[in-house]
């Protein structure tokens, strides 16, 4: 029908995609659904009818670098929903790296979809990928599912608006020259800015190099817990394979899933909110969108929002969130888990003005600690959506070294691991330093007895010191076994075998050469990322 149709309009210069994309979305309307259409860009005017294919794009590092900039500037004639290749089209294979930093992309994007051409080498099955990556990209994604409050909520605002939730960093910074010329970098929705990877990292030190541009404000990098101030340049940020360069504004409020997959991914029952550090003094709001998912009754509004506050006290101890009461349709009760990232564990946790005890126990109502990225984690029992719900959060001050050692504690213990893991192949000889297992157990000692963070991060700075200086010492150590050729570092390998001998000692030797650069780089990130 739609054929015919086609050809009895005759009309010059229509863009028959175009016109194909208008009967596609006005069919699904007609029967009262709410329209989708994933196709072709049908030219100027088709942000009507998204969601767009950007094409047969190549499986390489240049394609996946243009990405960002090309979907960010899209905004720019309203076009909000690019959907990618992830992993490229063609030739079809892709390194693993490159598509471990392609999923990640994927994740902060409008639309998150793989696919390939045919072609047995192209795997696209994240779980079919060794280890690390593997488990790196299969975390990504879990990471895209608990966002969706986030982007269901922005993808309200770009239809109420008719700003694309994702869009360059022009757009809020017009004045900034650092705005236009950063590429790479783009505004995802009211609270984050994104800097995807899109380079391979340093074969040696297994990190990636990244020119950031930290806007004007105060944001916090999500992956490593570092306080940042704007705007300036950060030219010489490095990141492991798991990270990606996150900035969320100080005090952000960030709705979430709970859970990726099974019952508490529901959110009718239960909503994750994530609170970022606020300045004394400092208030924030997010307003979550919900509505039935089907139909286009959300056209007229039929919808409900939740209004999430948080407020610091002027002497920076006291934290108060209030959850509700929920406007328009929606559930009759609802839980909570409420997520306090990158700051202190509390002294005390009172809800509707009853005290929270402190537990170690998942899915029970009470707070605990995650040591690892100093995150406190409140769950909050179901309770009527129609009145609020008031969190208390106290805080004891934090010391001038306690404060020196929260900031990018997550990044450096994340360095820390990697040079634990990079001296792995040597444990047949000798245990790694203990000063590096006591610095990269810092994390799990605070998630056991919360009270002592204050005295572990007023320590961290000096253990990773400590722990630099006993895995050189360690490094060089080993260094000298490897070319003295203990069977303990060739086990398998024929002695006798002189290129098989000279490959395995350029791989332990590479080992102990990340090893030191990884503790180099967390010794020096955090001043780094101060502006130190």
């Known amino acids: 029908h739609q054929s015919r149709v086609l050809r009895s309009l005759h009309l010059p210069g229509l863009n028959p995609t175009w016109w194909l994309n208008y009967l596609h979305f006005m069919e699904q309307a007609s029967q009262g659904a709410r329209p989708l259409v994933f196709h072709r860009w049908g030219g100027l005017g088709n942000h009507h009818y998204q969601i767009g294919f950007s094409g047969d794009t190549h499986a390489n590092w240049a394609s996946l670098a243009f990405q960002p900039w090309f979907t960010a500037t899209a905004a720019n004639v309203g076009y909000a929903y690019w959907s990618h290749d992830i992993g490229g089209h063609a030739p079809g294979a892709v390194g693993p790296e490159l598509y471990t930093r392609w999923i990640q992309f994927g994740v902060y994007s409008p639309v998150f979809r793989t696919h390939t051409t045919k072609n047995p080498d192209a795997e696209r099955r994240v779980w079919a990928y060794p280890e690390p990556y593997s488990d790196i990209m299969q975390d990504a994604i879990r990471r895209r599912a608990l966002l969706f409050p986030y982007l269901y909520t922005e993808a309200r605002r770009t239809y109420d608006t008719g700003v694309a939730f994702l869009h360059p960093l022009y757009y809020d910074w017009p004045e900034n020259d650092e705005a236009y010329a950063t590429r790479g970098e783009y505004v995802f929705g009211e609270q984050m800015v994104v800097a995807p990877v899109t380079a391979p990292s340093d074969p040696r030190t297994g990190l990636a190099e990244q020119t950031l541009w930290v806007p004007p404000g105060s944001w916090i990098d999500a992956s490593s817990g570092a306080r940042l101030e704007g705007s300036r340049l950060l030219k010489r940020h490095y990141n492991t394979l798991e990270q990606t360069p996150v900035l969320v504004k100080e005090g952000a409020i960030v709705p979430q899933r709970v859970a990726a997959t099974g019952a508490d991914a529901c959110l009718a029952a239960r909503l994750g909110v994530e609170v970022w550090p606020l300045k004394p003094g400092q208030s924030s709001r997010y307003d979550v969108y919900d509505d039935t998912v089907q139909g286009t009754s959300y056209q007229k509004d039929v919808s409900a929002r939740l209004p999430i506050q948080a407020f610091r006290s002027a002497d920076g101890s006291d934290l108060r969130i209030v959850i509700g009461p929920v406007q328009g349709a929606s559930a009759p009760a609802r839980a909570y888990e409420l997520r306090l990232p990158a700051d202190l564990p509390p002294q005390s946790v009172r809800v509707n003005g009853h005290p929270l005890a402190f537990t170690d126990r998942v899915k029970v109502s009470g707070w605990r600690y995650d040591g690892n990225t100093l995150t406190t984690i409140i769950s909050v029992a179901a309770s009527a959506v129609r009145k609020p719900v008031v969190i208390e959060v106290s805080r004891s001050p934090v010391s001038e070294a306690a404060s020196v050692g929260r900031d990018g504690f997550q990044g450096r213990l994340t360095l820390l691991r990697a040079a634990y893991d990079a001296l792995a192949p040597f444990e047949r000889l000798h245990a790694a330093p203990d000063a590096l297992v006591l610095a990269m157990q810092t994390g799990d000692r605070m998630a056991y007895h919360p009270a002592s963070a204050p005295t572990e991060l007023a320590s961290f700075n000096g253990r990773v010191s400590d722990?630099?200086?006993?895995?050189?010492?360690?490094?060089?150590?080993?260094?000298?076994?490897?070319?003295?050729?203990?069977?303990?570092?060739?086990?398998?390998?024929?002695?006798?075998?002189?290129?098989?001998?000279?490959?395995?000692?350029?791989?332990?030797?590479?080992?102990?050469?990340?090893?030191?650069?990884?503790?180099?780089?967390?010794?020096?990130?955090?001043?780094e990322l101060r502006g130190g």
Request: hydrophobic share 50%.
């Open 467 to 527: 722990a630099q200086s006993a895995v050189a010492a360690h490094a060089d150590m080993l260094a000298k076994a490897v070319d003295q050729k203990l069977k303990q570092l060739f086990y398998g390998i024929d002695r006798h075998d002189a290129q098989a001998m000279a490959e395995r000692a350029a791989i332990l030797h590479a080992a102990l050469n990340r090893a030191r650069s990884l503790m180099t780089e967390a010794v020096s990130s955090g001043s």
